[in-house]
């Protein structure tokens, strides 16, 4: 551990100290992405409705993203769940939005930046700039995978990080100041949840298939918050959960095995889900990872460090950056048509080469620009009992 320990020396997280554990969750979730973005290096892209189990993998590498936001749930959703739960005061808003901001928004205009010059678009309005610079593009019809497509997800998370300390503001007005209990908490994360999956019910069924009107309203509707916020409700229950400790939980929390082992029928149903041709099935898939993601994000809190953390603790510190500059490494490359034939060992060969790229990049991007932004940040976290959380966003 010691290479996780010099790379991440001062760099905070949840509490006083980053988890290794939850890092090495990152880890797994920015390899997947980078995975299934890899297999467009052959210039071909794998056909969605396949169930041939090559096509499956590759196609739910990008199930990654909902490891980063069953983690963005646990972790940004603590300190408003916890005071919520006590009847504490609410983190302060000001302090919180200029340390998000401050955790996300560099790093990514920078990445942005380089795709502009170097993979420049077709055409390009004025208004679009601001627009994506401020992470507001999923709220535009057409413009949430326009410039930069990773930056879909950023979009998501920028509108939760909105969402949290706004609705925990709402149930703090309707409540009072006195502490909620764990059960109601959970009812109100389920009723959450279930509003969630009938908005990508509805969206889905407007806006089918993958025609120019649907892929142009995806954005706004079907890859929405609403659609997507039962994603961020699994790390929602988890919070809860710790703190009420009821015996099922204790005892499946004692046996990350068993957690890991009951995420695996629901990341492979979600995987058969997302090869459908039905528009509303295809969506729900991701109800399936999400429960998956949750399951893995439980196991991950509750295990020991072990000696594979080692190795994949570093990469999940710098795992914002290799989402970022992974796909512009994919970008140049496909823009100069340097490609990796098909062949036996073409996948494995174009996921080393585009790691092999873009890893540099992400710890370049870690070490200058992410890391002294956490330090300086620190100095402003002066939140009652539970401080916000500083993970890497999907």
Avoid: K
């Avoid at 208004?127 to 593009?137: D, I, K, S, T, Y």
């Avoid at 080393?352 to 890391?371: G, H, K, M, Q, Y």
């Amino acid at each position: 551990m010691r290479v996780y320990e010099a790379m991440s020396v001062d760099a905070p997280a949840a509490g006083d100290r980053r988890s290794p554990q939850l890092d090495a969750v990152r880890a797994l979730a920015v390899l997947m992405v980078l995975a299934g973005h890899a297999y467009l290096l052959g210039g071909t892209v794998p056909e969605q409705t396949s169930r041939a189990p090559g096509d499956l993998l590759i196609n739910a590498g990008g199930s990654g993203i909902w490891l980063f936001f069953a983690l963005s749930g646990y972790l940004i959703g603590a300190p408003f769940v916890r005071a919520l739960a006590d009847g504490s005061p609410l983190p302060r808003l000001g302090r919180y939005a200029l340390r998000r901001g401050a955790r996300i928004l560099p790093a990514y205009w920078l990445a942005l930046a380089v795709v502009l010059v170097v993979v420049p678009p077709v055409t390009l309005d004025w208004w679009q700039l601001p627009l994506h610079g401020a992470l507001l593009h999923n709220l535009v019809p057409g413009e949430g995978q326009a410039l930069f497509f990773v930056a879909w997800t950023l979009g998501i998370e920028a509108l939760f990080y909105a969402f949290v300390p706004l609705g925990a503001l709402a149930v703090r007005r309707a409540r009072g100041p006195r502490p909620i209990d764990a059960s109601s908490l959970m009812a109100g994360i389920g009723v959450l949840w279930g509003l969630s999956i009938a908005w990508s019910v509805w969206a889905a069924r407007a806006y089918p298939g993958e025609g120019v009107a649907a892929v142009e309203n995806a954005d706004a509707f079907r890859l929405s918050l609403p659609a997507l916020l039962s994603a961020f409700c699994p790390g929602l229950l988890l919070i809860v959960a710790e703190r009420a400790r009821p015996r099922r939980y204790a005892w499946l929390a004692a046996r990350p095995g068993v957690a890991v082992a009951l995420a695996v029928p629901f990341a492979v149903g979600g995987m058969l889900l997302f090869a459908a041709s039905s528009s509303v099935v295809f969506d729900l898939s991701h109800q399936l990872w999400s429960v998956a993601a949750g399951l893995v994000v439980l196991a991950a809190l509750e295990s020991p460090p072990r000696r594979l953390l080692r190795l994949v603790a570093p990469l999940g510190l710098v795992s914002y950056g290799l989402y970022l500059w992974h796909y512009v490494a994919l970008l140049v490359l496909r823009d100069l048509e340097l490609s990796v034939q098909a062949g036996p060992v073409s996948w494995p060969v174009r996921i080393a080469l585009l790691l092999a790229i873009s890893l540099p990049f992400a710890v370049a991007s870690w070490l200058l620009v992410e890391r002294p932004l956490l330090r300086r940040t620190a100095r402003w976290r002066r939140v009652p009992r539970a401080p916000v959380a500083e993970g890497a966003p999907a």
